[in-house]
């Protein structure tokens, strides 16, 4: 069955894919297209040469956006299925639906907020391209971190609730994470390559659409999985094994 769960993820995740597609391309590329038009103004003041287009904007916008999405979302929805397929029966008595939920805000958390706040999302014509390598080490890193921290607070919460009750089980293992996060993200260095006439007010539509696409994302593959999840009847017996009754 686990196959079938996965299945199930991947379809959530590519229905996901083109919802994204679609906000990215009302919100979301109009804030690139500025973002493109500020450096190429920016090169022709310093009386730099334009840099070949390999890629048109075109297909960037349409095809490969489109095929970056649900490329996206069919592989997240699938790793939330696998997921998902290990913890239902393992939580509590928790309906599908509602530990789908709760997978795809504790994935948002970890792979969205947490990493995002440290280092946001940037527009085209902002960052240093020397140090692209080391952005998108720091990146990965910290979502790796956030993991570790959110499962490594999970296990708190677990041992907590037993002495404490669900609620304040919940509120330890909160605010452990909580702490974790924020030394971590204390201790790792800072990265501000924003040129200082680069609008404001761009960069921050920018972000919010990015953090918009991921929003309908996970929203999208959390709510729909569960849902067919449901449908399908699935259900845990047998010390844990997938199976369904109907």
Not at 49 to 77: I, K, N
Not at 168 to 194: K, R, T, W, Y
């Amino acid at each position: 069955m686990v196959g079938k769960l996965l299945v199930r993820g991947m379809l959530a995740g590519i229905a996901a894919g083109l919802l994204t597609f679609g906000f990215a391309r009302m919100v979301g590329e109009p804030q690139v297209d500025q973002a493109i038009s500020f450096e190429e103004k920016a090169e022709a003041a310093h009386g730099d040469a334009p840099e070949p287009e390999l890629v048109s904007r075109d297909t960037q916008a349409g095809l490969g956006l489109l095929t970056g999405v649900v490329t996206y979302g069919a592989a997240f929805g699938g790793l939330l299925s696998l997921v998902f397929a290990y913890a239902y029966g393992r939580v509590g008595a928790m309906s599908a639906r509602a530990l789908s939920a709760w997978l795809a805000l504790g994935a948002f958390i970890a792979l969205v907020i947490v990493p995002n706040m440290k280092y946001p999302a940037n527009p085209p014509s902002v960052g240093n391209p020397e140090t692209i390598g080391m952005r998108t080490g720091l990146f990965f890193l910290m979502i790796a971190i956030s993991l570790t921290a959110m499962v490594f607070s999970l296990k708190v919460r677990r041992r907590a609730v037993m002495k404490l009750g669900a609620w304040n089980g919940s509120i330890v293992a909160g605010l452990v994470f909580v702490a974790i996060i924020a030394a971590v993200q204390l201790s790792m260095p800072d990265l501000n390559e924003v040129p200082a006439a680069f609008p404001a007010v761009l960069l921050w539509k920018f972000r919010v659409a990015a953090i918009g696409m991921q929003v309908i994302m996970w929203t999208t593959i959390g709510l729909l999985f569960g849902a067919l999840v449901e449908r399908g009847a699935f259900m845990r017996v047998n010390g844990g094994a997938v199976t369904r009754s109907a």
